[in-house]
């Protein structure tokens, strides 16, 4: 176990898994193509739909929560006291 | 005799053997209880059995069996399998006797046949889960343990209240489906709601059970909501405003989860976010969506403990939940790293695990049934559910920037990793097998979890909501703050309507101070120094209201004047009158009572 933490503490390492990581998005994009699809909805079978529709979900939950959190719902930790 | 017993009275009789026995002993019985209760669950045919008559007119019927309660005894035995391993080393008995009696009062619920027995168990359940609140024994603990049962009594006397009802307009206490018709559907809907934490009936959950024991959380987190998961799919399905109610705390979920601080307050959120996604199947109600219902309430319970477990491991070793003082111990506590990825990747519904197989099904049947918005939500919440458990826990726990913390992971007692690695090991079990799960579901199964389609489009899914949290990741810092629930009602609002109604019923208090400890004690004090000059006051009292004569007027004054030193024996005749005038009274009174008032 030690071992394969000082594996992935390596700089090179990390460098190699962040680009399978970009390489796994691209390689997602591409593979769609190849497919069968039987989407529910029209507009789900659009390319690249679940990715494009999954980072926008994603972008818009912090922001609301960030936003909400600001204005209203994020308080010190001694408000109940 | 039948050759079973209801697997609540196993766990139950099993709990008070808990304090007769010590070390080794008791580990045995602790893990053999769930063993047991698990091959009796095997040996359990389908019907009703364990009828008794109560009270003349009430049948009890502990134990009806069929598909749809052998789902949630099944994944209800494996859980306490798997806590009897986490609690092992456990020394404190309460906790452990506590942990028995709630998973099988849960085991009670989940076979009652009528809304009895069912009520009976749901409150066994309330007062034993308390306990494991009560046990971290720490001030915030006890404070919150006192405001987790208020608010499961309000909810079991709602749901009693319409059991009540229900039973005075059918006649029956069948615990069948019963659906959304009236006011005492809507009030037994209203007490299963407040177990099944739908905001804003949802804040005792993440009030709670983070401030349990390590062990106690890891429980807490399997029963309650999933017992209301199981009664909704009974008596609520195809109730459309459910639908609506899970779509709510699928978003609530996920947006409190992210805001929060407390490793294990954002799994608790994340309990309202999972619980959303079954009762929105419930809501559809199709055979696909209750299958994908209960499934789901299935692999949840195996990744939500293991979760709650590794966070659990975290604080036992650490002292620490909170995100803020934690990161970095990727370094010293990889195996608790690893399986926490495995519980992260599972709620996720990464394809292998058992998120994958179950939540989809749900998602299908919005989808099935073309229900355009419930599916784009749905999807979206998948989506942040990965944002907020699937990377934002294990990353601020084990990575992030390091806290310097090096706790020893050979410090902590085994037993907790081998109940992680035991529900590791089912988590992706039945993400590669799921038949063997689909086969023990409500309806049967056509369900393929495993196309192409499905794999390529729920790792595009996941993989761009990755790429957006690394992204945002500067708008994700961990801040020292608390999130403001609904439990701000009686945990602050409650205050301000004190202060608000303080005035008035301080004075009407005062007021009734004064007449009920002062003028009343009073009279009566001046009324007993002597009887009957007082008596002849009060009646040329009265004279003089109607005469107005001077005369009795200033004999009222020589009387007033001399009480009480003119006391004296009473004559006979004058006792008598007394008394006879006491009684008259009292006979009038009675009178007025019992004709006017009763």
């Not at chain 1, 699809?37 to 818009?60: D, E, N, Q, R």
């Amino acid at each position: 176990m030690n071992k394969i933490i000082e594996f992935f503490e390596r700089p090179q390492v990390g460098k190699m898994v962040k680009y399978t990581f970009y390489g796994s998005l691209v390689f997602l994009l591409i593979v769609e193509f190849f497919i069968e699809k039987h989407p529910y909805f029209s507009f789900a079978a659009l390319p690249a739909f679940y990715a494009v529709y999954g980072f926008i979900s994603c972008a818009l939950i912090i922001a609301v929560s960030k936003i909400l959190g600001k204005v209203w719902l994020q308080k010190g930790e001694d408000y109940y006291e | 005799m039948s050759s079973f017993l209801p697997p609540a009275a196993i766990f139950i009789l099993g709990a008070l053997l808990i304090p007769l026995v010590q070390g080794r002993l008791r580990q045995i019985l602790m893990v053999g209880l769930p063993v047991l209760a698990f091959f009796n669950l095997l040996n359990m045919p389908e019907g009703t059995h364990f009828v008794y008559n109560f009270w003349g007119t009430y049948e009890l019927t502990f134990l009806r069996v069929d598909k749809l309660s052998m789902v949630f005894a099944y994944i209800f035995v494996i859980m306490a399998f798997a806590g009897a391993i986490f609690a092992a080393h456990e020394k404190d008995t309460k906790q452990l006797v506590a942990a028995f009696l709630y998973a099988g009062s849960s085991l009670g619920v989940v076979f009652a046949g009528d809304f009895l027995t069912l009520f009976i168990f749901w409150e066994i359940m309330a007062f034993a889960s308390t306990v494991l609140v009560f046990a971290r024994d720490t001030k915030a603990a006890r404070k919150a343990a006192f405001r987790y049962i208020q608010v499961h009594l309000l909810g079991g006397l709602l749901l009693l209240v319409g059991i009540l009802m229900h039973y005075a307009e059918t006649g029956s206490m069948a615990f069948d489906y019963i659906g959304l018709t009236g006011t005492a559907s809507a009030l037994i809907l209203l007490g299963i709601a407040v177990n099944a934490a739908i905001p804003p009936l949802s804040a005792w959950l993440t009030d709670a059970y983070p401030e349990s024991t390590v062990i106690g959380t890891v429980f807490l987190s399997a029963y309650t909501t999933k017992t209301a998961v199981y009664t909704l799919a009974r008596a609520y399905p195809g109730t459309e405003l459910l639908m609506w109610a899970g779509i709510i705390m699928v978003i609530y979920g996920i947006v409190f989860a992210i805001l929060e601080n407390d490793a294990r307050r954002v799994l608790s959120y994340s309990i309202i976010n999972q619980v959303g996604f079954m009762v929105v199947g419930i809501g559809i109600g199709t055979t696909l969506a209750i299958n994908g219902a209960a499934s789901h309430a299935f692999a949840h319970i195996l990744y939500k403990a293991l979760l709650m477990m590794s966070a659990g491991a975290v604080l036992y070793l650490t002292g620490r939940t909170k995100s803020t003082q934690l990161g970095g111990l990727y370094k010293s506590m990889p195996w608790t790293l690893l399986f926490g990825l495995v519980g992260a990747a599972s709620i996720s519904s990464f394809p292998l695990t058992g998120g994958f197989t179950t939540k989809s099904m749900i998602v299908s049947a919005a989808g099935k049934e073309h229900i355009t918005a419930i599916w784009l939500l749905l999807t979206l919440a998948s989506a942040g559910v990965f944002l907020h458990a699937g990377i934002k826990f294990p990353y601020f726990v084990f990575f992030a920037k390091d806290s310097g913390l090096r706790p020893k992971e050979s410090d902590l007692p085994k037993n907790m990793l081998v109940a992680m690695g035991f529900l590791a090991f089912l988590c992706i079990f039945i993400g590669v097998y799921p038949g063997l799960l689909y086969n023990i579901l409500p309806y049967p199964v056509t369900y393929e979890p495993y196309t192409g389609d499905h794999i390529v489009m729920q790792m595009q899914l996941l993989m761009f909501s990755a790429l957006a949290f690394f992204m945002l990741l500067k708008f994700l810092k961990r801040t020292e703050t608390l999130t403001m629930d609904t439990d701000w009602i009686y945990r602050r609002g409650a205050k301000y309507v004190v202060d608000i109604l303080r005035v008035p019923i301080g004075w009407v208090h005062n007021k009734l101070g004064v007449i009920f400890l002062e003028r009343i004690p009073a009279g009566l004090y001046w009324f007993s120094k002597n009887p009957m000059s007082a008596f002849r006051i009060a009646t040329y009292s009265v004279y003089l209201t109607f005469s107005g004569s001077e005369q009795i007027k200033s004999r009222i004054q020589r009387e007033k004047a001399a009480y009480p030193n003119n006391a004296r024996d009473l004559s006979l005749s004058q006792g008598v009158l007394l008394i006879l005038t006491l009684f008259a009274f009292f006979i009038a009174s009675a009178y007025v009572y019992l004709r006017y008032i009763m």
